[in-house]
């Protein structure tokens, strides 16, 4: 089992260093395909010298006696230090210390962290944390280098069995010797403690023994005899470091193109107190922002192993995609790696496994009820898809949470799992004094179960009392609108508003698209009455929604309730961000643009709450307390319920972005009952959720004649697709024409153009056919229009 255990340590060690040997493995780059390879190093010299003295009492000053109690901690660190290092003072040597030294607030302890200078550089290992409370130092390390100080900017030469990187090689072979030496003690008995994890292991050691010690460090020719000139350490860095042999070789065969592109930008401090020559560099290969580089000191433990020795290096902060290194590369020739740190947990996989619990429940209207008025509560799983929310709806990274920021986590990177309505799609909270803030605001905590079950029986009350009523009722309120919003997150991202199209997420699982920008959805907002709203910035920053109360009755009713008005919302952010692209918020500011923003929120909620028997609806009826709800018509097949078509828009008070997408809305419904008919009618327009390997089944969702790109078989499910589709296939600032046009083309691209005609006559039904024109087109939806009923040529025989 020893030997086990030290093979463990040393592989984890050494798995990445590749470059010193060419694989045949796959290229990230082969075939279009991403094939994301975690790896991490971490390894290191040893300090024989450094000590923790653990209790006041097992610290030996020369001097130094505790202090007042109103002393500032700084300064009882500074005698502190001064005291340990009396005996070792140089013109050479001095510290300083570091701006994130704190005092815990819980325990009122000031922990002071030192940092040692050497010839006006860092030494990048030689630290000093000291502990204090009331005047008196209660615990120390200390690794200060003790030794003799060079003259500056020299490195001696250190035999190659000193380097860390070597003396893990070494360790290895032996290692792998001892794993393969017979354990047959005699011909009778056999020696058990051999576990087969550690004859599992051998191949993959043997691997990286091969690999990982070929070469300790980059051939002649790669290195140079410059102090100053750090990028050869830094590509002898980089090829060691990066999980993909096509870029490790690339560095190889083109060391000096990659040497001349890195782009050096010396950082000047104008406060005294910073160290050394330091710089930023861009264009470093593999690495996903620009490279912090300072030359350093570290420390290497001299022949006898009882001390250390300086050495001179370049410190390389290096962000890569899934991993954050801190190392130190020799700063002469060869350019050994003397140390390095990986920030990023090996811990943390890109796309998590859900959670091991049940899930979340809530007592809610459950998808498909529209408002209290359609059906009774009940209690619903947290059914959320894999491959939309992989990590559930109540998880995120800490380094993507907001409510993390300022606190200091010793890996950022796992994931925080809540028991609020807080999650990495949706932040759901009450805002009754309507303000931008919103992390302390307050939400329901589920408690270990993630039981959001709360009562919800508004009475009626006077009007006076009807605001304090409905506040009675916030956690069922937000646990609602956490609910729907995340089913909308969901299935949107089924249908493509994914994270590199601009859609809404804290974290974005290493799919691409700017992250950091999950929907803040306020619940009961105080800032107004009677609304709701969304705001779209571009990709990578907050959706930010706010639901209101409706007056319109009592006691008042709740918009968070209303199914349709939430998704209506939140199809703001789906066609703003899928409209000239997620970078680009500018393009539904207007006229016919903006009224389709509209259009489209109302058209999705309605198609959402639909079922296989026809109906008509309305839009906002409940909460308005209106038959008719907010829209002039319900929307409808009869042209007795609702006449709307293309030229209505050039009627009084249809300038308003909301008129004309009511419009858009019915013109869209009557075309997806065309559909329908042709089709059939999906009772869920949710698709079969992937399988563990990934892949999707066709159920009885998607069509299984077609190869490529997955096609939804019914009329209600392939309307819905090909609206979003044509999202991202339409203009910045799209007309009638333009949208229209564009979800024509989206039929075709995904089904070869088999409802070219029917779409066609669906458009034309309401008057928006080939033969549709406008005149005197102003920005704001002003102009004539005509209607066009007429369908191409090509669809008039059919």
């Known amino acids: 089992m020893r030997y086990f255990f030290t093979a463990s340590l040393v592989v984890a060690s050494l798995a990445g260093h590749v470059y010193g040997h060419r694989q045949a493995a796959q290229s990230p780059y082969d075939e279009g395909r991403v094939v994301r390879q975690r790896k991490s190093l971490g390894f290191g010299p040893d300090h024989p010298h450094a000590v923790f003295r653990a209790s006041p009492y097992q610290i030996q000053t020369n001097g130094f006696t505790p202090m007042d109690a109103s002393m500032d901690p700084l300064e009882v660190a500074r005698l502190f230090v001064d005291d340990v290092l009396m005996n070792k003072k140089s013109s050479s040597s001095s510290y300083k210390i570091r701006s994130d030294s704190y005092t815990d607030k819980n325990t009122g302890v000031t922990h002071v962290y030192v940092r040692q200078l050497i010839n006006g550089l860092e030494v990048a290992d030689g630290d000093m944390n000291i502990n204090i409370k009331d005047g008196m130092v209660l615990s120390y390390g200390n690794s200060f280098f003790a030794g003799a100080i060079p003259e500056p900017f020299t490195n001696p030469t250190v035999n190659a069995a000193r380097i860390p990187l070597q003396k893990s090689c070494d360790q290895l072979h032996q290692t792998l010797h001892s794993l393969r030496r017979p354990n047959v003690v005699d011909s009778e008995q056999v020696v058990m403690g051999q576990s087969p994890a550690s004859e599992a292991n051998v191949p993959l050691m043997q691997h990286f023994a091969e690999t990982s010690c070929a070469l300790a460090s980059l051939p002649e020719g790669f290195t140079s005899d410059d102090i100053a000139d750090f990028r050869p350490a830094l590509l002898a860095f980089m090829a060691n470091a990066t999980p993909k042999p096509a870029v490790a070789d690339d560095i190889m065969d083109n060391f000096d193109s990659h040497r001349d592109a890195m782009e050096v930008t010396p950082i000047h401090h104008f406060a005294s107190g910073e160290a050394g020559l330091e710089f930023v560099v861009d264009n470093v290969p593999d690495a996903v922002n620009p490279v912090k580089a300072k030359l350093a000191y570290t420390q290497i433990p001299n022949e006898a192993g009882d001390s250390t020795e300086l050495h001179l290096v370049w410190k390389f902060e290096v962000e890569m995609e899934d991993n954050w290194y801190e190392t130190a590369v020799s700063a002469s020739a060869p350019h050994d790696i003397i140390s390095v740190v990986d920030w990023a947990s090996d811990a943390y996989a890109p796309i998590p496994k859900p959670p091991a619990s049940s899930g979340a429940s809530y007592n809610v209207f459950k998808w498909g009820i529209n408002d209290p008025e359609c059906g009774e509560r009940s209690v619903e799983k947290e059914n959320f898809d894999l491959h939309a929310s992989p990590a559930g709806w109540h998880s995120m990274p800490y380094a993507n949470d907001p409510s993390m920021k300022g606190v200091r986590l010793v890996n950022k990177r796992d994931f925080r799992n809540t028991t609020t309505t807080w999650g990495n799609n949706v932040f759901a909270q009450e805002n009754w004094e309507g303000q931008n803030s919103y992390v302390d605001n307050y939400r329901p905590d589920g408690g270990v179960a993630k039981a959001f079950n709360y009562e919800y029986d508004p009475q009626e009350t006077e009007k006076v009392d009807a605001l304090d009523e409905a506040k009675k009722y916030i956690n069922t ?304 939806g002003g102009g004539i229009r005509t209607n066009g009923f007429t369908s191409p040529s090509a669809c008039v025989d059919k």
């Open 477 to 780: 309120t937000v646990a609602q609108l956490f609910y729907t919003s995340n089913l909308v997150h969901d299935l949107y991202y089924r249908y493509g508003f994914d994270e590199v199209s601009g859609n809404f997420q804290q974290h974005n699982f290493g799919r691409g698209g700017a992250e950091n920008d999950g929907v803040i959805a306020n619940a009961q907002d105080g800032s107004g009455f009677n609304n709701a709203n969304f705001m779209t910035p571009p990709d990578g920053q907050n959706g930010r929604m706010r639901m209101y109360l409706w007056n319109t009755a009592i006691p008042y009713r709740d918009g968070d309730l209303e199914a349709g008005i939430v998704i209506h919302e939140l199809s703001h952010g789906l066609s703003t961000r899928l409209t000239g692209g997620p970078a680009n918020s500018g393009c539904l500011g207007w006229g016919e643009s903006g009224g389709m923003g509209e259009g489209w929120g109302d058209f999705l909620a309605t198609t959402i709450r639909s079922n296989s028997t026809y109906s008509d609806y309305a839009m906002g009826a409940w909460a308005a307390n209106r038959p008719n709800g907010i829209r002039n018509f319900p929307y409808s097949l009869d042209e007795d319920v609702n006449p709307s078509t293309y030229k209505t828009l050039d009627k009084p008070g249809y300038w308003g972005v909301h008129a004309i997408g009511e419009v858009w809305a019915e013109i869209l419904w009557v075309v997806s009952q065309g559909l329908i008919e042709k089709h059939g009618f999906s009772d869920t327009l949710f698709p079969p959720k992937p399988l563990a390997d990934g892949t999707v089944p066709h159920g009885d969702f998607y069509r299984t004649d077609k190869k490529g790109a997955l096609v939804p078989k019914h009329g209600n499910s392939l309307m819905v697709q090909l609206v979003l589709n044509g999202m991202k296939l339409q203009t910045c600032r799209p007309s009638f024409f333009d949208a229209r046009d564009a979800i024509i083309q989206a039929d075709q691209v995904l089904t070869g153009g088999e409802n070219f005609c029917l779409l066609w006559t669906g458009f034309a039904a309401r008057g928006l056919g080939v033969d549709a024109e406008v005149i005197n087109k102003t920005p704001w």
